[in-house]
């Protein structure tokens, strides 16, 4: 077992190095950060553009191999990943950004996981019965619903609430805004800001678990192993409980794993709509501000997300079903 | 090839007639008695396609409102006084009216002619993108499993390693540096290179179990080239779902044009999408809700029909699809 996890995490990470090196190229070749420069007025003299731009090693007239090994030296050597065209370390930035995002998606990726399978459980034991067709019908409008939409009509419907109610009862922008000492307060301040950006994430994320759960259970309800447990006298929601659902579950442990790495860019959207300073947030501010270092930097972190995700999957899988060979 | 042709359509004639619910000795005779078979009227696949489609109340609702809006992105400017890049600049913001139906933005643009051209532009980068992402992911996706051994492995190796980054990221690096009219097109390039990998997977797994069977083994005996057999054999044996996915990938691709250019890093003024009207629209919420309420509402009526034509096509052509035989 450990030498078959060893082996994989091997494999990950050369995965990881090529991927971070594509990107890094790939963003030095899309993204031109003197631009910034040239549409500022007055604009600044040539040879000061090129001083702050060799300054973040991004300057275009350097050739990007080189660029490429000052980039790798300092990550390798001093963990520094670079600077932001503005001569911010991206690093620091980055590391801030994931406490909001945490927060964010933690409490949604579990409501998510609770909500989603238990709808598939219920609506797989109710194959086509009206039950199952109405809630599939809801999850399949979830399904193709854009984030952007769901989230502004949920803000419209919002204001109105607090219009109608007079109160702001729920805030549709970051995530704190009490700066008092009280304990209570802080934390009724925290769900009024979580709740909507919660309930747009949970519409969204719920969706793929409860299709996928369904399915899987159908799969294994038809199987022998069941119909025997049904032939020894079991009541269906026995043999549903004690057999069919058990297999089933381990198709969605490996999706949760490979969640993780949604986590971190999942949100983009739902931090843009709620302007909440999240990661997703900041990678559209590198995107927007043509910085290479920062956008490589969040794009590795989600790669690292995505590869652990992947490792967990395996550990899970391998852990779960005996009839994973490992070797 | 042929007879297997015939072949198989009859076995798949016989499949499809039993679900239909059609005495079964109807359908034994033409095998069984080849001679007799003249005189009954047989039943095309395509007819049957068709029948199990419409069957559907919900994939038939689907086909009618996607329909309406491909009619409406091609001939609803035609019907409307204002351009979607003349701005009326006496209506700026203007709630909906005889004169404005939909509203104006805050710069004054028709909401009308706005939403017939992102319309359009939404429909073009998600049909174009989608159809090209599957062209790819079929060829590659087949050659990966077909070549087995070291290329098996080397394809899966690099396919995993593209997917390590989330390719939202890597489409928003890319449209990033476009800019103007060609903005749409730059799109579809983005989501196209990068949206191709995970299918290629799913396609590489469902060709492991069709390049065991005879009918490829014999080609390959035979002399017939690699990529004759690729193109010829194994990719038409997944054409349903192929056919399938190209329609859901319109979804998925829609979605991700509206995501980009709702960050405002897709399409961009002059040119417009719904996303970018979307984006419009945030800004504006408290004073203008009309700029984001009537591209929301398209938005969802067309990836829903679309959602709706493809589940219907996975019942009705889906060989795979263990949903049909359910069917009450």
């Known amino acids: 077992m450990i030498k078959y996890i060893i082996r994989r995490l091997v494999n990950y990470v050369i995965m990881l190095f090529v991927a971070i090196s594509m990107t890094y190229f790939l963003a030095s070749a899309f993204m031109d950060p003197r631009s910034n420069y040239m549409s500022r007025n007055p604009r600044p003299p040539e040879a000061s553009i090129d001083r702050s731009l060799d300054l973040a090693n991004i300057n275009d007239k350097t050739p990007v191999l080189v660029r490429y090994f000052n980039w790798l030296k300092g990550i390798v050597t001093e963990w520094n990943w670079g600077l932001s065209p503005d001569q911010e370390p991206v690093a620091p930035a980055v590391a801030s950004r994931i406490s909001s995002s945490v927060q964010l998606v933690a409490i949604s990726t579990v409501l998510s996981i609770i909500i989603g399978v238990s709808l598939g459980v219920y609506t797989a034991i109710r194959q086509y019965k009206w039950q199952d067709r109405a809630l599939n019908a809801v999850s399949t409008l979830f399904l193709v619903t854009p984030a952007a939409v769901l989230g502004l009509l949920i803000v419209l419907g919002t204001i109105a609430i607090n219009n109608a109610t007079g109160t702001r009862i729920f805030y549709v922008t970051g995530l704190h805004s009490y700066e008092g000492g009280n304990i209570g307060l802080a934390i009724l301040d925290f769900l009024q800001h979580i709740i909507l950006p919660t ?51 381990i198709p969605t442990t490996t999706n949760i794993a490979f969640s993780i790495a949604s986590i971190f860019t999942g949100a983009v959207i739902t931090e843009t709509v709620f302007a909440i300073n999240g990661l997703g947030r900041y990678f559209v501010t590198t995107i927007q501000d043509n910085d290479i270092n920062g956008a490589v930097c969040i794009a590795a972190f989600s790669g690292v997300c995505t590869l652990a995700g992947a490792l967990l999957a395996d550990i899970l899988a391998a852990w779960l079903d005996p009839r994973i060979r490992l070797n | 090839m042929s007879d297997m042709a015939t072949e198989e359509k009859d076995l798949g004639l016989n499949q499809d007639v039993a679900t239909e619910g059609t005495p079964a000795a109807v359908v034994v005779n033409p095998v069984s008695q080849g001679g007799d078979a003249q005189d009954l009227k047989r039943t095309g696949r395509m007819t049957l396609y068709v029948r199990r489609f419409m069957r559907r109340p919900s994939a038939v609702f689907g086909l009618v409102v ?61 049909i174009i993108s989608s159809t090209l992402i599957m062209i790819i992911s079929a060829v590659l996706g087949t050659a990966i499993a077909f070549f087995e051994g070291v290329v ?62 005879d009918y490829i083994r014999a080609a390959k005996f035979m002399g017939v080239g690699s990529f004759r057999i690729i193109l010829r054999h ?12 190209t329609v859901l990938g319109v979804v998925s691709a829609v979605n991700q044009e509206t995501a980009l250019s709702f960050l405002g890093l897709g399409i961009k003024a002059p040119d417009t999408s719904l996303g970018t009207l979307l984006m419009n629209g945030q800004s504006s919420v408290l004073t203008a809700p009309w700029i984001l309420l009537f591209p929301s509402a398209v938005l969802i009526l067309l990836t829903f029909s679309v959602q709706l034509i493809g589940d219907g096509l996975r019942d009705a052509i889906d060989p795979y699809s263990r949903s049909a035989g359910k069917a009450e």
């Open chain 1, 199 to 249: 309930i747009v994430l949970v519409c969204i994320g719920y969706v793929n678990y409860h299709l996928t759960q369904r399915t899987y259970l159908l799969d294994t309800m038809n199987a022998d192993y069941v119909r025997t447990a049904r032939a020894k006298g079991l009541t269906l929601n026995q043999a549903i409980r004690k057999h069919a659902l058990r297999t089933s579950l």
């Open chain 2, 66 to 126: 996607l329909c309406i809006l491909i009619l409406f992105a091609l001939f609803g400017a035609m019907v409307c006084p204002w351009k979607y890049d003349e701005p009326d600049f006496t209506a700026l913001a203007a709630a909906p009216s005889a004169d404005h139906w939909l509203g104006t933005t805050i710069g004054g643009s028709d909401m009308y002619a706005m939403i017939v051209r992102g319309l359009g532009r939404s429909l073009l980068v998600g």
């Open chain 2, 152 to 213: 098996e492995k080397v394809g899966m190796w690099i396919l995993d390693m593209l997917l390590t980054i989330p390719s939202f990221l890597l489409v928003a690096m890319i449209v990033r540096s476009s800019s103007g009219t060609s903005g749409w097109l730059w799109l579809t390039i983005g989501i196209t290179a990068f949206g191709w990998i995970g299918y290629a997977r799913v396609i590489r797994t469902l060709t492991m179990s069709l390049r065991e069977l």
């Open chain 2, 234 to 245: 194994l990719v038409p044996n997944l054409g349903s779902v192929l056919i399938i996915n």
